[in-house]
């Protein structure tokens, strides 16, 4: 496993270990945006570049990366707090700043980095997406692929085919869920639920009336999955419940 340098402390990592994964462990905090434990890495979002020496490298030469995606080395030494990579952050927040100028997690980001303002031009009509892709990449993730990023520059936004309610969308809610800034809308009722422009049947426990999951999503987790949509659409209070009955009816070995 090999042994590496952030900021100065000494830690030891998984062979297939990131420079993120080698700063958590040496309680090293490195600011993100696009990833998600579980997801592939992207670097989309380039909040998390650090400085890194590969060993034998000149004495003061570093490299720019992003954290999230690159590969720790033996002998590595990671800098995450030099002032080319706050430098860098800042400007990275400044444009999201200017995109997305009423979204608090940025407004946070940018207020810890020493932004109140953003020094560009403010969008015309603010938007709290700030397009990290996690929405889409989960949805791929899933199998689904029901939603992605379209058109360039500031009119890019995340959109279902044509902008009209998706066919493949299962209403699992990933993408709502995932967004850092909870900038996807849903509806949910006991009957339906709507995201993305269209309506969901929702299946209730048959015992305690709780809406649980979208039909659509559990026949596609059945499918890919082999578990019965009847475990799916038990709620968790009565799978407790099952659990305390059962418990109860235990004898107690001593």
Same mark, same amino acid.
């Given at each position: ?152 520059? +500031? %009119? $890019? =936004?995340?959109?279902?085919?044509? !902008? ?9 809610? &990933?993408? #709502? /869920? ?17 995201? +993305? %422009? $269209? =309506?969901?049947?929702?299946?209730? !426990? ?9 039909? &659509?999503? #559990? /026949? ?19 799978? $407790? ?14």
């Amino acid at each position: 496993m090999p042994t590496l340098e952030v900021n100065g402390r000494r830690v030891t990592v998984a062979e297939d270990a990131t420079i993120l994964d080698a700063a958590r462990a040496a309680a090293v905090p490195v600011p993100t945006l696009c990833h998600f434990d579980g997801l592939e890495p992207w670097g989309g979002c380039r909040l998390c570049v650090v400085d890194m020496a590969e060993a034998g490298w000149d004495a003061g030469w570093f490299k720019m990366v992003t954290a999230c995606n690159h590969p720790v080395r033996e002998g590595m030494r990671v800098v995450t707090d030099s002032e080319r990579v706050l430098a860098t952050r800042r400007v990275v927040l400044d444009l999201l700043l200017a995109r997305c100028p009423e979204a608090p997690l940025v407004q946070r980001l940018a207020r810890e980095h020493g932004i109140e303002r953003t020094s560009y031009v403010p969008r015309a009509e603010p938007d709290d997406c700030i397009l990290c892709g996690l929405c889409t990449r989960v949805c791929d993730h899933i199998g689904v692929s029901a939603i992605s990023s379209v058109n360039r520059g +500031w %009119g $890019r =936004e995340i959109s279902p085919p044509f !902008d009209e309610p998706p066919p493949d969308c299962i209403g699992c809610l &990933a993408c #709502a /869920e995932i967004c850092p800034t909870s900038c996807i809308p849903y509806e949910t009722s006991n009957l339906r639920r709507k995201i +993305w %422009g $269209r =309506e969901f049947e929702m299946l209730r !426990d048959p015992k305690t009336g709780e809406a649980v999951i979208t039909r &659509a999503q #559990a /026949e596609h987790f059945a499918q890919r999955s082999g578990v019965p949509i009847a475990y799916m659409e038990s709620s968790d209070t009565s799978k $407790r419940r099952v659990m305390a009955t059962t418990f109860a009816k235990l004898q107690v070995v001593k």
